[in-house]
């Protein structure tokens, strides 16, 4: 590595994205591993489909040896502009009504909560109608 690393916005590297020319992010730095791709012991297709983004995460979770590391330094070529990296966003499932699997018995619920009282009141009434003397 030189005094100057050179300096490329994320656009930069992704016009890097196939098979004769791959260029890819991690922690912060630029490789080209363009010469790399048949050597990879996880395919090119894994390498490919890690251009135009940042890659830290998809080879962190590889659990890359230590050699492999080391290995990196000879395809580097500068840093990434951290400014030109989207943020990372936390999923959050879209918002959906709350469903209630006991819907159906809260509805029974309510309308026994206005037809009992009003039953009893009619049967009240009969009773007295029916009981009542002539």
Known sequence: ??????????SQVSEHNKAHDCW?????????????????PGGDEVLLSSTGKDATDDFEDVGHSESAREMMEQYYVGEID??????KTKYTPPKQPHYNQDKTSEF????????VPLAILGLAVGIRIYTKSP
């Open 82 to 87: 951290p400014t030109t990296i989207p943020k």
């Open 108 to 115: 029974i619920i309510k309308i026994l909560q206005f037809l």
């Open 24 to 40: 890819i992010v991690i922690n912060g730095k630029v490789y080209d591993v363009t010469k790399f791709l048949e050597d990879h």
């Open 1 to 10: 590595m030189g005094d100057e690393a050179k300096i490329f916005t994320l």
